[in-house]
């Protein structure tokens, strides 16, 4: 296997590379969670203090979600945001997320990604320097190029949350 981030073939060449790097993300993220338990996805450590796979997954989709919107240049659906969101709790904590199974995360972080890949084929290098609001209150602004980048970055950032995780899951657990 060989390793690149070519894009898809109906991509501007710089927009395909960034997708790429979300879709590379996406494809570990689905190898590092591969046979996990229920018990596993809902664990929270060894004393329940760190967030759960589950709650890593569902908060690396909504985010994501919101990208693709803003990207977009769309105000991101309510019943998106009912169904994925909020972003955090009224502790401003990632919200709970208890007996949703790795593979209905997966496959709803799939359905981002697969809609992430139609935006990107709208969207021209030109594009990429676009700025966009984001943050809790969109105090913030950045490039769509750096959106992009963020969606892959994040994602991977949580994904060693996730492997802490599964290290103190097994150690507990005498695997």
């Known amino acids: 296997m060989i390793y690149d981030l070519q894009g898809e073939a109906n991509m501007e060449p710089i927009v395909g590379m960034l ?4 879709r590379e993300n996406s494809e570990r ?7 996990m338990s229920q018990e596993e996805v809902d664990y929270k450590g060894e004393k329940n203090q760190f ?9 690396t989709t909504f985010v994501d979600m919101n990208w693709v919107y803003r990207i977009k240049g769309v105000v991101l659906p309510q019943s998106l945001i009912e169904q994925y969101g909020p972003m955090t709790d ?4 990632l919200p709970l997320v208890q007996d949703v199974s790795r593979d209905t995360l997966i496959s709803q972080y ?5 809609l992430l890949k139609e935006t990107c084929t709208q969207v021209a290098d030109g594009d990429l320097d676009r700025v966009v609001t984001f943050g809790h209150q969109n105090e913030k602004q950045a490039t769509v190029r750096w959106g992009l980048w963020h969606m892959a970055d994040h994602n991977r950032y949580h994904q060693a949350h996730i492997n802490q995780l599964r290290k103190s899951f097994q150690t507990q657990n005498g695997c």
């Open 90 to 93: 009224e502790n401003n904590r």
């Open 51 to 59: 967030n759960s796979t589950a709650q890593l997954i569902r908060h």
């Open 29 to 35: 993220l689905k190898s590092i969670t591969e046979g």
């Open 110 to 114: 799939e359905g981002v990604l697969t």
């Open 19 to 22: 997708f790429s790097a979300v």
